[in-house]
């Protein structure tokens, strides 16, 4: 039996986005959650009818059952099933805000593996809620950044206080690639003592387009695992997308495993599937060794978009030969300035760096000790000569 999350609506601030957050989590997560105390700190307590539409709206997509989900009810059960992919019509009946109803419809929306489409009734500009203009530009814009594609289309303004707006939402899922024929179970988890499902390892597509370059953009693919044995299908797989979406350059990144010490900065080397495309290394900097091979699928993919005719660049930021099992972010931080230089674009490396600090500490600490245990077990002490003994 899963335990069912308590929540207190009137925790700190205690308004209606405690309702949005929790019940999006738990129809994303799975996980049946009960919610007390709702809005109680407000002149009016308990859910108004933008709440109540936006929850009836997720526990649709959910599959959940429900409690409480009236007008004025300060209280509200909630245990969703699997989520569902179909068309959703949500008259709100007020000028309540259609952008935040929308919210609590997010979370698990971009979660689902096929489009989803929201036909939405409501205020698109009312008092004290993110108008639909903001939640078009700022919000989806932001998500727009992470790779979601949320497409936005006002049919009609609704204000207070009669509403009557209505908008229409199409949230476009991450893209990937199902696993089950190319990998093994990586196991299971057990949660409250029940076994989930089986989890495999996931290969998602992302994309990216700047708002000032509609003719450009950037798609990519992240594998959590390599396959042990169908490397070359998995491949054609993500070329295949890659086609389809006519994209005009393959760019990989890997490891270059060599006898740096993890104090020096790492350097990029580079190999391309075309003369032109070395040129373009060499402006950038980037080492190029002559002869080299390239393991796995970073390398695999270049070899196999040749064959196709597309362009191919691989960039391989150095790692120290003695700590391939442990994560190089300042190998990443060396190979992402030379890829955003490459591609025209600004990416805030920050955070990555602060990263690359505390790894390099964290590497100089080990080493210390290694090398003081090393003194210790293997080396003996030399003892001063006494003073009366007589130098040969």
């Known amino acids: ?124 500009d009312v008092k004290w809620s993110p108008s639909v203009a903001f939640f078009e530009s700022v919000f989806c814009g932001n998500l727009d950044k992470m790779g979601i594609k949320i497409e936005v289309k006002v049919m009609k303004a609704g204000y207070y206080p009669k509403g009557g707006g209505k ?44 708002r000032s370059n509609r003719n450009k953009g950037l798609v990519i693919f992240i594998g959590e695992e390599q396959p042990g044995f169908k490397g070359y299908e998995l491949v054609n797989c993500v070329l295949d ?61 270049l070899g196999m978009a040749k064959e196709r005719g597309m362009e191919g660049i691989c960039l391989l930021g150095e790692v120290p030969a003695y700590a391939t099992q442990i994560a190089n972010p300042k190998a990443s931080l060396a190979v992402l300035r030379v890829l955003t230089k490459m591609l025209g674009i600004t990416l805030d490396l920050t955070e990555l760096g602060h990263l690359a600090e505390q790894v390099d500490e964290e590497m100089d600490r080990i080493a210390k000790r290694v090398t003081a245990e090393f003194i210790d077990q293997f080396t003996e002490p030399i003892w001063e000569q006494d003073e009366d003994e007589e130098e040969e």
């Open 1 to 124: 039996m899963i335990s069912v999350i308590e929540i207190d609506g009137s925790y700190l601030e205690g308004g209606g986005q405690i309702i949005r957050t929790a019940t999006g989590l738990s129809a994303l997560t799975g996980k049946p959650c009960k919610i007390f105390n709702i809005r109680k700190n407000r002149s009016t307590p308990g859910l108004k009818a933008q709440h109540l539409k936006g929850l009836e709206a997720v526990a649709k997509l959910s599959n959940a059952d429900t409690s409480g989900l009236e007008i004025g009810s300060t209280q509200v059960g909630f245990s969703p099933g699997k989520l569902v992919h179909e068309h959703l019509k949500i008259d709100i009946g007020t000028a309540g805000s259609i952008g935040l109803v929308f919210q609590s419809l997010m979370i698990p929306a971009i979660h689902t593996d096929k489009k989803l489409e929201f036909e939405i009734t409501g205020g698109t």
């Open 241 to 301: 997308v890659a086609q389809k979406l006519k994209v005009a350059r393959v760019y990989s990144c890997a490891a270059a495993v060599t006898r740096v010490h993890h104090s020096e900065e790492m350097k990029v080397w580079g190999a391309a599937t075309t003369a032109n495309l070395i040129d373009e290394l060499s402006k950038h900097n980037v080492v190029l060794r002559g002869n080299l091979r390239i393991a796995g699928l970073n390398g695999l993919i």
């Open 167 to 210: 908008v229409m939402v199409k949230v476009y899922p991450f893209r990937k690639i199902e696993p089950v024929n190319f990998f093994e179970p990586v196991g299971v988890t057990v949660r409250d003592n029940v076994v989930d499902k089986p989890r495999f390892p996931e290969s998602k597509f992302y994309y990216w387009q700047p």
